[in-house]
Every structure is written in C-alpha cells, then in structure tokens.
Nanobody, 124 residues
Framework: QLQASGGGLVQAGDSLRLSCAAS????????MAWFRRAPGKEREFVAA????????SYADSVKGRFTVSRDNAKKMLYLQMNNLKPEDTAGYFC???????????????????WGQGTLVTVSS
C-alpha cells in the first residue's frame, strides 16, 4: 500500500514537500512515481524514479521546480515542490509497480498500486 501526505493550501511561489510511504510487498527496486489530477483534467505524470537506478524523470511542466527523491531503506518517496504556481493545483498521487519498462514510465496505466492522494492548492 501507499500513503501520500504533505499537501495543503499555499500561495504562488511557496514550496511544499510531499511524502509517500510504501508498505507491504512493495520493493525498493520498484519504480515509484508521482501523478496529479487537476479538476476536470486527466491524471498526468509528474515525476518518477525508475526502479533502483535513482535516475529521476520529470514532466516538462515541473522541470527545474520539482525534485523527486526516494529513501529505499525507509520505503519513502518524496516530491519537493518549489516555486509553486496556481496551475500546480491538483490531487497528487504516488504510484508504484514492479514491472515497468522505461518507455512506460509516463503511462498511468502501467502502474499497479496507487495511494489515496493528497491535495495541493496554490492560490495566486
């Protein structure tokens, strides 16, 4: 299971750090990712770390502002979000899966396990 936390109401330009705690049979070598869903929009890829490589990937819309990291010993995934914008307002979900190939990284349908989401609201 996955449990996301850290969302809240902030102003444009502020920062937030999201956390996702993994439990159960989820493994430190699994790919872990953040997705988000804004009101009236589809769930979209935000950032991920592919398997145990430590190599991060980002959506173009968050590059340079967001940083994804993981602590394999604690089974935690983080998303440091800086310089937040109103268009970042969304529910943020962490996801993981054991068998993802790199080309599937951005595809929400490739992820088997999802957390419940944490809401981030950015006011202008």
């Amino acid at each position: 299971q996955l449990q996301a936390s850290g969302g809240g109401l902030v102003q444009a330009g502020d920062s937030l750090r999201l956390s996702c705690a993994a439990s159960g049979r989820t493994g430190s070598s699994w790919t872990m990712a953040w997705f988000r869903r804004a009101p009236g929009k589809e769930r979209e890829f935000v950032a991920a770390i592919f398997r145990s490589s430590g190599r991060p990937s980002y959506a173009d819309s968050v590059k340079g502002r967001f940083t994804v990291s993981r602590d394999n010993a604690k089974k935690m995934l983080y998303l440091q979000m800086n310089n937040l914008k109103p268009e970042d307002t969304a529910g943020y979900f962490c996801a993981t899966s054991e068998r993802i190939i790199y080309s599937e990284l951005y595809n929400r349908d490739a992820y088997a396990y999802w957390g419940q989401g944490t809401l981030v609201t950015v006011s202008s």
